[in-house]
């Protein structure tokens, strides 16, 4: 087998390796929560698998978290008030998060593996909540002001942000930001090392 074609096979299987792993980390993930929202542990994946695979993986490896919360029933309240608008937000938001973490790796490279594995792990949280907050106010902003009276907030914003997404937004940005460079040098020493001894 040439190169060429060995290289798209270790892609194309790393690929579906990482698919799995947002599977099954989001499904763990439902059971795991700080609030009333799931903690994404499923972002670490997807970072990495945009790092070592490029912009256009970690768009596919954030749709497949998206699909994975939709039938999950983990958005099934948001469901009931905006079927549409729910596919869009939650569809959009991972996918989205994820060809952000592939393209600023991509352009940050050049300046260091480690510097565009960090930027990489800062903005995908970044854009999955930031894009979750957005559809927030979009389509479901009334209903939220409804649950955050009954919470005891006078403030909807303050609402979304300290009872909603705040502890939520924070566990994910540091575990990316933490585990992500980590495990991409690691696998790509791991690569590298096999690249020279074959």
Same mark, same amino acid.
């Given at each position: 087998?040439?190169? &060429?074609?060995s290289?798209?096979?270790?892609?194309?299987?790393?690929l579906?390796?990482?698919? /799995?792993?947002?599977?099954?980390?989001?499904?763990?993930g439902?059971?795991?929560?700080?609030?009333?929202f &799931? %903690?994404?542990?499923?972002?670490l994946p997807?970072?990495?698998?945009? *790092?070592?695979?490029?912009?256009?993986?970690?768009?596919?490896?954030?749709?497949? =978290?998206?699909?994975?919360?939709l039938f &999950?029933g983990?958005a099934?309240?948001?469901?009931? %008030?905006?079927l549409? /608008?729910t596919?869009?937000?939650?569809?959009?938001k991972?996918?989205?998060?994820g060809? !952000?973490?592939?393209t $600023?790796?991509?352009l940050?490279?050049?300046?260091?593996r #480690?510097? /565009?594995?960090? *930027?990489? /792990? %800062?903005?995908?949280?970044? %854009?999955?909540?930031?894009?979750?907050?957005?559809?927030?106010?979009?389509?479901?902003?009334? #209903?939220? &002001? @409804?649950?955050? #009276? !009954?919470?005891g907030?006078?403030? #909807?914003? *303050?609402?979304?942000?300290?009872?909603?997404?705040?502890?939520? =937004?924070l =566990? @994910?940005i540091?575990?990316?930001? $933490?585990?992500?460079?980590?495990?991409?040098?690691?696998?790509q020493?791991?690569? @590298?090392?096999?690249?020279?001894?074959s």
């Open positions: 087998m040439d190169k &060429s074609k290289f798209n096979v270790r892609k194309f299987v790393m579906a390796l990482f698919t /799995a792993i947002v599977v099954v980390l989001q499904s763990i439902a059971f795991i929560r700080f609030g009333p &799931s %903690i994404s542990l499923v972002l997807i970072v990495v698998g945009a *790092a070592l695979n490029g912009m256009f993986a970690g768009f596919w490896l954030g749709l497949v =978290f998206g699909l994975v919360v &999950s983990d099934t309240v948001f469901m009931g %008030i905006n549409p /608008a596919i869009l937000v939650v569809l959009g991972g996918a989205f998060a060809l !952000a973490a592939g $600023v790796h991509k940050l490279a050049k300046k260091g #480690t510097v /565009a594995a960090l *930027a990489a /792990a %800062i903005v995908c949280p970044v %854009i999955n909540t930031g894009l979750f907050v957005v559809g927030l106010y979009a389509f479901f902003w009334p #209903t939220i &002001s @409804e649950w955050g #009276t !009954a919470a907030f006078t403030n #909807t914003a *303050a609402y979304v942000f300290l009872g909603m997404i705040g502890a939520n =937004f =566990f @994910e540091v575990v990316n930001v $933490v585990l992500s460079p980590v495990i991409v040098r690691l696998v020493y791991a690569q @590298e090392r096999r690249a020279t001894a």
